[in-house]
T-cell receptor, first 121, second 107 residues
Framework: QLQLQESGPGLVKPSETLSLTCTVS??????????WGWIRQPPGKGLEWIGN???????YYNPSLTSRVTISLDTSKNLFSLKLTSVTAADTAVYYC?????????????WGQGTLVNVPS | EVVMTQSPATLSVSPGERATLSCRAS??????LAWYQQKPGQPPRLLIY???TRATGIPARFSGGGSGTEFTLTISSLQSEDFAVYFC?????????FGQGTKVEIK
């Protein structure tokens, strides 16, 4: 059973960079078929897909965030990371890491528990 | 990007009754549509993908239908654990987008 766990600071100052990691257990991030991605949810609101990365290193970012986001893999530690630069209060959200490990469609089959990141206004 | 619109925003249903949730896409997404259930403080749980395929372990009382721009999620007989928020999501092109959610509450 795949398990994902987010980690990172819960408070980021405006204009700084948000950095989160997602540690994967029960499966390998070098599996070529599946994505490793980030999805966020502002408190009390809906879900926004941030981006995906594949074992090849190919990345896909939401056009609304592409100028500020980077997703990368660390195959030695079986984890992947999110960096979001120049954050504002609008970036306050629960950040989830997710994967479709096991199905060949872009859905969130496995999710981390989520981590709340607060950017004060 | 494709805009997903869910209705109603809130659905009040008695336990044991049937619930039907709707999701509309701003352009055709074929059958590349998923449904999720989310409870407070938890991540979403995948219920349905391919518009009608139940994910592993999802009870048969959950069923999905539709294609193109109109989709439905039906819960045939609501159980206490089914009261939650439900989201639809398309994956026909990039970026995948979600509807704003339908809250199913106890009547």
């Amino acid at each position: 059973q795949l398990q994902l766990q987010e980690s990172g600071p819960g408070l980021v100052k405006p204009s700084e960079t948000l950095s989160l990691t997602c540690t994967v257990s029960g499966g390998s991030i070098i599996s070529s078929t599946f994505y490793w991605g980030w999805i966020r949810q502002p408190p009390g609101k809906g879900l926004e897909w941030i981006g995906n990365i594949y074992s090849s290193g190919s990345t896909y970012y939401n056009p609304s965030l592409t100028s500020r986001v980077t997703i990368s893999l660390d195959t030695s530690k079986n984890l992947f990371s999110l960096k979001l630069t120049s954050v504002t209060a609008a970036d306050t959200a629960v950040y989830y890491c997710a994967s479709n490990y096991g199905v060949a469609v872009i859905v969130g089959l496995y999710w981390g528990q989520g981590t709340l990141v607060n950017v004060p206004s | 990007e494709v805009v997903m619109t869910q209705s109603p925003a809130t659905l009040s249903v008695s336990p044991g009754e049937r619930a039907t949730l709707s999701c509309r896409a701003s352009q055709s997404v074929s059958t590349k549509l998923a449904w999720y259930q989310q409870k407070p403080g938890q991540p979403p749980r995948l219920l349905i993908y391919g518009a009608s395929t139940r994910a592993t372990g999802i009870p048969a009382r959950f069923s999905g239908g539709g294609s193109g721009t109109e989709f439905t999620l039906t819960i045939s007989s609501l159980q206490s654990e089914d009261f939650a928020v439900y989201f639809c999501q398309h994956y026909n092109n990039w970026p995948p987008t979600f509807g704003q959610g339908t809250k199913v509450e106890i009547k």
